[in-house]
């Protein structure tokens, strides 16, 4: 999804001198990604907001140039960007000539890079409990382990690090200690296209799932066991068992292993084919969603920011999510809070809010409001002040 026009234009910020930044930027690879995303606004407000800033950008093979600039230049590398070959290769791989800073929006840095660098640690879910990663062993072990040695050596190696809230940060300086005077906290921003579409509009992008007009709980995400989707299910199973006007839409992928508590959930008879499986949609299709339903339900466990929450509360729409952790922090008054590990509390508050129409107005007005603080300009502003002050002051390298 690229930028959208309707975003306000942005304040030159210049960095203290002409200056080069490369930037890791493979996970623009023509496939849908959050880091993706970040990777994509970060470069493209980068450029609006510095023009004398340059960037060097190592990308993925199936995606040679994402960006079309005078100011941009693209080399290739081959390897998956979080990979051992990232690590330890690709320094000899890339030409690092005129470059002034390193910058990587995923979650670790190659070692030996002859330059200073930043790295984006979304969030350090990976090193706390890799059971909310994955439910499957094999990737506990292989890759918690690869996460448990290459972030700490990051962090290490960084000259700052970008994260991408204040629970985020938190989180990481608590558990890299060495580390919190180097961690800048650079809030992800809301694509403006995440804004109400008319029912007009909405509903015959959806007419092929659902007859227009029915009324709605959605609930988006992967499915990792972060995501809590279980308990999102009980929840809603404990509020709507006995009525069959509410429905459940659920988009996300069922895996053939680690969902069996799930699968058994949405055989319960009581559902009676009450929830609707997407496994992918489209952008509009999203959107209309996101307007269209009822409730959004994001009971996470743990996150690092919580990005569908804000673009339901931009649809305004009334959103449930976590009472804890980066979701609390974002919502900020937006939301309605409930415990997610509380199945009883998560039907209540579903409850309440379809129930009450008054009060889901006021909910999804309050997130409405919330979302206008996010921008991705204010991001890439945060990200070029963490290079101004490394670039004015370079801090020595380690080995």
Known sequence: MEISQLEAPDQPFPLATDACVMLDARYLNGKSSGIGRYTRHLINHLLQLDSRLRLKLITHPACPRPVENPRVES???????????????????????????????FNILPADLPVPAVFTLHDIMWLLDPTLCTSKLWKRLVTGTFYRTFIPRSVRQAAAILTVSDYSQQEISDYFPDAHKRVDVAYNGLDPYFRP?????????????????????????QGAPYKNHAAALRGFIEAFADDPEVYCVFVRRLHKSGDAELRKLLADRRLNSRVIHLDYIGADELRALYTL??????????????????????????VVTSDRGAPKEICNGGAMLVDPTDPAAIAAA?????????????????????????????????ALTTYRRILQYPPPRSS
């Open 197 to 221: 579409v008319s029912p007009q509009k909405g509903w015959p992008l959806l007419s092929k799932w659902m007859v227009p007009g029915t009324r709605f709980v959605l609930v988006v995400g």
């Open 293 to 318: 339903a009822e409730v959004f339900l994001f009971p996470s466990l743990y996150e690092g920011f919580g990005l569908p929450a804000l673009e339901a509360m931009a649809c305004e729409t009334a």
């Open 350 to 382: 579903l409850k309440r809010l379809v129930a009450d129409d008054a009060l889901r107005l006021r909910v999804a007005e309050a997130g409405r409001s919330r979302a206008r603080h996010f921008r991705w300009a204010d991001s890439a502003r945060q």
């Open 75 to 105: 080399q290739t590398f081959f390897a998956p960007a979080n990979s051992l070959s990232t690590r330890y290769l690709l320094t000899q791989s890339i030409d690092f000539s005129g470059v002034d800073l390193f910058h990587s929006p």
